[in-house]
């Protein structure tokens, strides 16, 4: 019997966006910023940044460096901040309500590879239904502040300890094959979602 639910946040509740991402990135004068960038596997100094082995300011110097220095010193915070921005769509209404509903019935847990800048981002979207982010969920298992990232299997250990739960009760529902195959073989549950699927109809398959 399924008692909780971890959600992936990027893919899964909020739409991706390569291709906008990359756009803004090339609009500031980062034309390789694709080359790091990946739906599911991020890499270098990004996921350097995601991994919290890197600050914020680190990484926004990282990315001036990567800009023709003509113009890299006129290019500001808020700048970068916005493309990231980028990559991140609304959450869909019907994904807020239905975590809401979820709670009432189970644990709900959030593992996700991220960093400060993307969960800034995010924070709006959930609150358009009143609720701040951190109440749809029982615990927030962010990889910048756990100091470790998806598909590793030590972050999906760390959740089941730190939560006090058990794998095999626990549904795991995320968009990358690499991490679903992690979570699959420490014994989770899991649902490989599609983000072109309808969230309640594909979670509902399983707990049904």
């Known amino acids: ?10 893919g899964v509740l909020v739409g991706l966006n390569r291709g906008a991402c990359e756009e803004a990135f090339r609009r500031i004068g ?14 270098g100094f990004f996921l350097d940044y995601e991994k919290g082995e890197i600050s914020t300011e680190e990484f926004m110097e990282i990315v001036r460096s990567y800009i023709d220095p003509q113009i890299r010193e006129s290019i500001t915070d808020t700048q970068i901040v916005n493309a990231m921005g980028s990559f991140l769509e609304d ?17 709900l847990f959030m593992l996700s590879n991220t960093n400060p800048i993307a969960i800034e981002i995010v924070r709006p979207m959930f609150l358009t239904r009143g609720i701040p982010l951190e109440s749809y969920f029982d615990k927030l298992f962010l990889s910048y ?24 009760q626990t549904l795991f529902v995320d968009d990358s094959p690499l991490n679903i195959e992690t979570a699959k073989r420490l014994g989770y549950k899991t649902l490989l979602f599609n983000p ?13």
């Open 1 to 10: 019997m399924i008692k909780n639910i971890v959600f992936d946040l990027g």
């Open 30 to 43: 980062f034309n390789d910023f694709g080359k790091i960038l990946n739906e599911y596997v991020q890499g």
């Open 91 to 107: 959450i869909p209404a019907y994904k807020l309500d239905f975590l809401i509903e979820l709670k009432k019935r189970y644990k």
């Open 145 to 168: 502040q756990m100091k470790m990232a998806k598909p590793d299997e030590v972050i999906f250990e760390n959740v089941i300890e730190s939560a006090g739960i058990c794998a095999s």
């Open 196 to 208: 072109l699927d309808n969230l309640i109809s594909e979670v509902n398959k399983i707990l049904c």
